[in-house]
């Protein structure tokens, strides 16, 4: 089992509405990232969050916006979003966040995204 | 120009074969480090392996081998006596210092599907 948990595991919306992503670890992690993946593509890096502070948008459109409530917590909310956006959206955690110290990043199972 | 480069798209074969997934990484950092990731079609993307580049050490865990070269800067990873479990995608990733923070490059993925 994933120590980094994420829910839903699927969902489907409208491109009117407004959801969120839940991802959740207990591994006392200081660093959290969102990431999206494309069929048969790897992932792609979307936010870092480091000691609860976005230190990273990789130029991301504001109809994600990220948010971490605590070291445990990163929330990805959902608006207006288009069809290209459906996805495997991972979410993941690691140790260390500082030159030297590339920890290894442990994801989550995802959340399969689906805009119709 | 940092990158990763997974050349076996796909690879297909009949379980107890012995299997080798390529990747070539590019990189002028002289601080950098190599990881594999498995993606079972469940969706998560599990931790296999890290390595340092100052560790050029090969390692063994059970049925999987790595072999890290400098010299031709690759990080490769052999399943031996396969087996149908192991059918999933691969990704091999170059983790660096960059911008600011630990980036994960990914290669774009060997899918193995190993039959009965």
């Known amino acids: 089992d994933t120590e980094v948990t994420q829910t839903p595991k699927h969902l489907v919306m409208g491109m009117t509405n407004k959801k969120s992503l839940k991802c959740e670890q207990h591994?006392?992690?200081?660093?959290m990232y969102w990431y999206k993946q494309k069929a048969k593509k790897p992932p792609e890096l979307m936010f870092v969050?480091?000691?609860?502070?976005?230190?990273i948008n990789e130029s991301v459109p504001s109809r994600f916006s990220p948010e971490c409530p605590n070291s445990s917590l990163l929330n990805l909310h959902l608006h207006a979003l288009q069809p290209e956006d459906s996805a495997l959206y991972l979410c993941?955690?690691?140790?260390?966040?500082?030159?030297?110290?590339?920890?290894?990043?442990?994801f989550g199972n995802g959340t399969r995204l689906t805009v119709t | 120009a940092q990158k990763v480069t997974q050349a076996q798209t796909e690879i297909s074969v009949v379980e107890k074969e012995d299997v080798t997934l390529d990747c070539v990484y590019e990189?002028?950092?002289?601080?950098?480090?190599l990881f594999w990731y498995k993606q079972p079609p469940s969706g998560e993307l599990v931790f296999l392996i890290r390595?340092?580049?100052?560790?050029?050490q090969n390692e063994i865990s059970g049925r999987y081998s790595w072999n890290f070269q400098k010299s031709t800067s690759s990080f490769n990873f052999t399943i031996t006596a396969s087996q149908v479990v192991d059918s999933a995608v691969y990704f091999c990733?170059?983790?660096?210092?960059?911008?600011?923070?630990?980036?994960?490059?990914f290669g774009a993925g060997t899918r193995l599907a190993v039959h009965p």
């Open positions: 390595r340092n580049s100052f560790d050029e």
């Open positions: 993941a955690s690691s140790q260390k966040d500082r030159p030297g110290g590339n920890s290894p990043l442990h």
């Open positions: 969050y480091s000691y609860e502070k976005l230190s």
């Open positions: 990189t002028r950092d002289t601080t950098y480090y």
């Open positions: 990733a170059l983790g660096v210092f960059s911008g600011g923070y630990n980036k994960l490059i």
């Open positions: 591994m006392g992690h200081r660093a």
